[in-house]
């Protein structure tokens, strides 16, 4: 079993910058393809971004490439998403996933564990 937190979402204003966390509780996390994703209100959850086992391989939606960008300290448990130059169409809410797996996915049915979510609001 896996715990995950996610932390670092808040207010911020179009074009701004936020990082958000999300601190596992496994010794291994090396042994997990970890992904973000988001669900706005009145929509569906939707990947935003995943990290290989070792940080060497990324994906990210289109809606997003350029602008975010995840990375993963294995040593802090702890994995990153980097958002720059937001948009107000970003605000949802933000959540961490883990899969037990060697292979990087984009498919919300192929992740194990789920943090809570972080709330992530961009005023325009």
């Known amino acids: 079993q896996v715990h995950l937190v996610e932390s670092g979402g808040g207010l911020v204003q179009a074009g701004g910058s936020l990082r958000v966390s999300c601190a596992a509780s496994t010794r291994t996390l090396s042994s997990y393809v970890m992904g973000w994703f988001r669900q706005a209100p009145g929509k569906e959850r939707e990947f935003v971004a995943a990290?290989?086992?070792?940080?060497?391989?990324?994906s990210y939606a289109n809606s997003v490439k350029g602008r975010f960008t995840i990375s993963r300290d294995n040593a802090k448990n702890t994995v990153y998403l980097q958002m720059n130059s937001l948009k107000p169409e970003d605000t949802a809410v933000y959540y961490c996933a883990a899969d037990y797996s060697m292979v990087i996915t984009t498919r919300e049915n192929d992740y194990d564990y789920w943090g809570q979510g972080t709330q992530v609001t961009v005023s325009s």
């Open positions: 990290i290989s086992r070792n940080g060497v391989s990324t």
